[in-house]
Every structure is written in structure tokens, then in C-alpha cells.
């Protein structure tokens, strides 16, 4: 792949851009190498390319975070028919950065992707089903469209079918089918998907009680942020040194396998892991605007 990127091939610069972002195929991460060959694909007018580009600026990773940048390679990209494209499209306007919040307009580029078979657009198309956004509120449709993304193996989409099942939504309640989709989520280093599962393994819902995975879990998402992650290990009585916070989830998209929490109840559990130390400044504001900006 790297001689056909370096030939100029632009579906193979977008290819090897994306190993770099993961660390995949025995290269260490590297957002900037990821950028230069996004941009190479992208100037070639690649719609791969433009596609990640775009989302490198929409996210922030390597470079400062540009919605109207980001706004334009992604329409570039969608405009072309491609499948992530038009479902990165459609979370801009879903989600109203760098453009006024259009549910109407993000459910069609969500459509278009999932009329694709594409997993990103389902699963963005399920979360608009689950909280009635832009159409009524229908849980069986939402969990028939994780379930598409989820057996194409999307851990977003595993971890809030996952939750469906925990909390009966849309299907009947199974808790043992809920904690092997957590599972699946959380071996993808999917934060929600470790919590969920974490908190499964420590309750015994739907699997055998563990105690000491389940702390691992925990673990694992509270190094990504994961606000009631923190918060059940403090009340385990995990030293908050342990607990490390230095990555942060990019979007909260769907309540705990419990009681559904309102945008309200969000913030107050964030504002306690502030008040308590647990995460700095700049995470509390950035998970701040993350539930302010889903609108849950």
C-alpha cells in the first residue's frame, strides 16, 4: 500500500492515512503522517479522502478543530456518493457544527448512506429513531438499524443495541444477548461498551458476576473519560490515581443499561467528577459541550 500512496494512488494514500490514525499493520500512530496523506487523497478530489480529512478536521485530530472546513470536504465526499461521507455530512447537521441544527436535512444524508448498506449512516440513523429527532420516536426501527451496523461489526452500534436489549426497548429484554453485545463493543476499545460491560460483569446481568474484570473494564473506560466509569470505581474505592483521564469520549450517544439519565442528570455527574477532582478543567468543559450538543 505505502508504494501505491507513494506512486500518487489517492485510494491507497486514504488507506494508509487510516493505518496511521490506528496504529494498523505494524505502524505507530501518527496524526500527522494521517493528515499529509488525507490531504494528498483529498487534492486528487478522492472521496475517501475527503471523507477523513474531513472528519480530522470536524474532530480536532492533529490540527485545530474547523467545522466549516470540515463542512466542505465532507460535502465534496458525499456529493460523490460515498457512504461515510454522506453520514459525516448528515452529523454536521445533526449535531450543528459549522452549519444551523437541520434534522431534516441530516436524516437524508443519513438515508442516503444507509440506503448504502453503509454502518455509519444505520447506526446515525438509529440514534435519530431512538430520541426523536426529525421523526418519531421508534424504538423498534432504531434497534432494527444498530442491529444492520451492529453485525457490520460498528461498536457504537453493538453497545447501544446492547442497551436496548438491557433496557427492553424496541425488542424483549435479554440481558445475556445485552452483555455479549457490550462485549463485542468493548474488546473495539468502545468507552461506553467497556463501562456498559464493566458494570455488567460487577451487577452479574446477563453473564457471570466478576468483580476483578469488572474493575478492568472500568478501568479502561475511565482512562477514556467515562464520567460513570470514574464514578463507580470512586465508589469501589479505586484511588482516583488509578483512574486516568487523558482521552475523552468524542459523543455520548446513549443513556446506561439503568434508568435512561437526562441532559440534566448528565451535567450534574459531570460537574461532581469536577468538583471532586477526578478530571481537569478542560475535559469538564469538553464533556460539557459534548451533552449540550447532542441534545439529550
Same mark, same amino acid.
Do not use: C
Given at each position: 500500500m /505505502?508504494?501505491?500512496?507513494?506512486a500518487?494512488?489517492s485510494l491507497?494514500q486514504?488507506?494508509?492515512?487510516?493505518?496511521?490514525?490506528y496504529? %494498523?499493520g505494524?505502524?505507530?500512530?501518527?496524526?500527522?503522517?494521517?493528515l /499529509?496523506?488525507? /490531504?494528498?487523497?483529498?487534492e486528487?478530489?478522492d472521496a475517501?479522502?475527503?471523507?477523513? *480529512?474531513? $472528519?480530522?478536521?470536524?474532530e480536532g485530530l492533529?490540527l485545530?478543530?474547523?467545522?466549516a472546513?470540515a463542512? +466542505?470536504?465532507? /460535502?465534496?465526499?458525499a456529493?460523490q456518493?460515498?457512504?461515510? &461521507?454522506q453520514?459525516n455530512?448528515?452529523?454536521?447537521?445533526?449535531?450543528?457544527?459549522g $452549519?444551523s441544527?437541520?434534522?431534516?436535512?441530516a436524516?437524508?444524508?443519513?438515508?442516503?448512506s444507509t440506503d448504502q &448498506?453503509?454502518?455509519?449512516?444505520?447506526?446515525s440513523?438509529?440514534v435519530?429513531y431512538?430520541?426523536?429527532?426529525?421523526?418519531?420516536?421508534?424504538?423498534i426501527e432504531?434497534? +432494527?438499524?444498530? +442491529?444492520?451496523?451492529a453485525?457490520?461489526?460498528?461498536?457504537?452500534?453493538?453497545?447501544?443495541?446492547?442497551?436496548?436489549?438491557m433496557?427492553?426497548l424496541? $425488542? %424483549?429484554?435479554?440481558l445475556?444477548?445485552?452483555?455479549?453485545?457490550f462485549q *463485542?463493543?468493548a474488546?473495539?476499545?468502545?468507552?461506553?461498551?467497556?463501562?456498559?460491560?464493566g458494570?455488567?460483569?460487577?451487577? &452479574?446481568?446477563?453473564i457471570?458476576r466478576?468483580?476483578e474484570e469488572?474493575?478492568?473494564?472500568? *478501568?479502561k473506560?475511565s482512562a477514556q473519560?467515562?464520567?460513570q466509569?470514574i464514578t463507580?470505581?470512586?465508589?469501589l474505592?479505586?484511588?482516583?490515581a488509578?483512574?486516568?483521564?487523558?482521552k475523552v469520549?468524542a459523543?455520548?450517544?446513549?443513556?446506561q443499561?439503568?434508568?435512561?439519565s437526562?441532559?440534566?442528570?448528565k451535567?450534574?455527574d459531570?460537574k %461532581?467528577?469536577?468538583d471532586?477532582?477526578?478530571?481537569?478543567?478542560?475535559i469538564?468543559?469538553?464533556?460539557?459541550?459534548e451533552?449540550?450538543?447532542?441534545g439529550?
Open positions: /505505502r508504494a501505491a500512496a507513494e500518487g494512488n491507497a486514504s488507506g494508509l492515512g487510516f493505518a496511521y490514525i496504529g %494498523k505494524g505502524l505507530q500512530k501518527d496524526l500527522n503522517e494521517a /499529509r496523506l488525507f /490531504r494528498l487523497s483529498a486528487q478530489g475517501h479522502g475527503q471523507s477523513n *480529512l474531513g $472528519v480530522m478536521y470536524m492533529g485545530e478543530k474547523d467545522y472546513e463542512l +466542505r470536504l465532507l /460535502r465534496l465526499s456529493e456518493g460515498y457512504g461515510f &461521507g453520514a455530512l448528515g452529523s454536521l447537521y445533526a449535531r450543528g457544527f $452549519v441544527k437541520d434534522y431534516d436535512e436524516i437524508k444524508w443519513f438515508r442516503l &448498506g453503509n454502518s455509519a449512516g444505520q447506526y440513523l438509529g435519530m431512538l430520541n426523536g429527532f426529525g421523526v418519531n420516536k421508534d424504538y432504531a434497534a +432494527r438499524l444498530f +442491529r444492520l451496523s453485525d457490520r461489526g460498528l461498536a457504537s452500534a453493538q453497545n447501544n443495541l446492547g442497551s436496548m436489549y433496557n427492553g424496541g $425488542v %424483549k429484554k435479554d445475556v444477548e445485552a452483555a455479549r453485545l *463485542l463493543a474488546e473495539q476499545d468502545n468507552p461506553q461498551g467497556q463501562a456498559n460491560y458494570l455488567a460483569l460487577l451487577n &452479574g446481568a446477563g457471570r466478576n468483580k469488572a474493575i478492568n473494564w472500568l *478501568l473506560a473519560g467515562h464520567p466509569a463507580t470505581l470512586k465508589k474505592g479505586i484511588p482516583p488509578e483512574v486516568q483521564t487523558a469520549n459523543v455520548i450517544d446513549l443513556p443499561p439503568s434508568k435512561p437526562t441532559k440534566e442528570e451535567l450534574e459531570i %461532581k467528577l469536577f471532586d477532582g477526578l478530571i481537569s478543567e478542560q469538564y468543559l469538553e464533556k460539557q459541550r451533552v449540550l450538543d447532542t439529550n
